[in-house]
């Protein structure tokens, strides 16, 4: 087992480029923000009505619970609203950020329901956040929670449509990149997750406040159709943990 690693020390940052994310997604924010609340609503109300005009409702519905760009406010909302139909819109998503669960990944290859589970041509990147708990025991728990949406928000805007991105748990997330084997190619991908990541964050336009954090990525490539989903997982945690132990903020590959 040999690990190859990339740092992110000398990657630049563009400050100007870092764009500001209303974070407010949970009800308990929602009302101290009408001006997002009524942005959510309005999505809300535009999806609702494609969904009840829709010649075939599941289908419809089948499309909104597949679309990375709701919110899990609005997520939960459209479910509610949708009732018993609408449960797949809100299923197999981490309440907080809005991202697949760890359940739902392992269920989706065992079972193959993407379809991908018996290709070789798969990577996926293990990220723990650095500097998580300092901001989460200095800023509080309301202010942790918001930093792990925008961290979820920044990944997902990241990556393809046909790749996964999980909320494994805490401050842990897996990304799954499909059709992907060549190394040079994964480190790419994982460089540019670590990037985004290390962008400063301002959580609120009347506070200034910025808060900074990095991570630590392992990477796992699939060069056997036999290995599963947890084998994967498991090298990539060996590999994130290396990347830990040789000075945070940076990338190792599982080799």
């Not at 797949?88 to 991908?116: M, P, Y």
């Not at 070789?120 to 650095?130: G, H, Q, R």
């Amino acid at each position: 087992m040999a690990f190859f690693k990339t740092t992110a020390a000398s990657m630049p940052k563009d400050p100007e480029n870092s764009a500001h994310l209303n974070l407010d997604l949970r009800l308990d924010l929602i009302a101290a923000n009408p001006e997002f609340a009524a942005e959510q609503l309005k999505s809300i109300l535009a999806n609702l009505q494609k969904v009840l005009q829709a010649t075939n409702r599941e289908a419809a519905i089948a499309y909104l619970a597949q679309d990375p760009s709701l919110s899990t406010f609005q997520r939960h909302l459209l479910s509610d609203l949708l009732g018993e139909g609408g449960k797949a819109i809100s299923g197999n998503r981490d309440e907080l950020t809005g991202l697949l669960t760890r359940s739902s990944l392992l269920e989706s290859f065992s079972q193959e329901s993407h379809g991908v589970s018996a290709k070789t041509n798969l990577a996926i990147c293990f990220i723990d956040l650095d500097g998580f708990k300092v901001i989460n025991d200095q800023h509080g728990h309301v202010i942790g929670d918001q930093v792990l949406v925008a961290i979820s928000q920044r990944i997902q805007a990241a990556i393809r449509p046909t790749d996964m991105a999980v909320r494994w748990g805490g401050d842990e997330f897996i990304v799954v990149f499909e059709g992907v084997s060549a190394p040079d190619v994964v480190m790419q991908l994982a460089t540019r997750l670590l990037g985004i990541i290390g962008e400063p964050l301002q959580l609120n336009l009347d506070n200034p406040m910025r808060l900074f954090l990095g991570a630590s990525i392992g990477v796992a490539i699939r060069t056997d159709e036999k290995l599963s989903m947890s084998d994967l997982v498991n090298r990539a945690d060996q590999a994130m943990y290396q990347a830990k132990k040789s000075g945070q903020n940076s990338i190792q590959i599982f080799s």
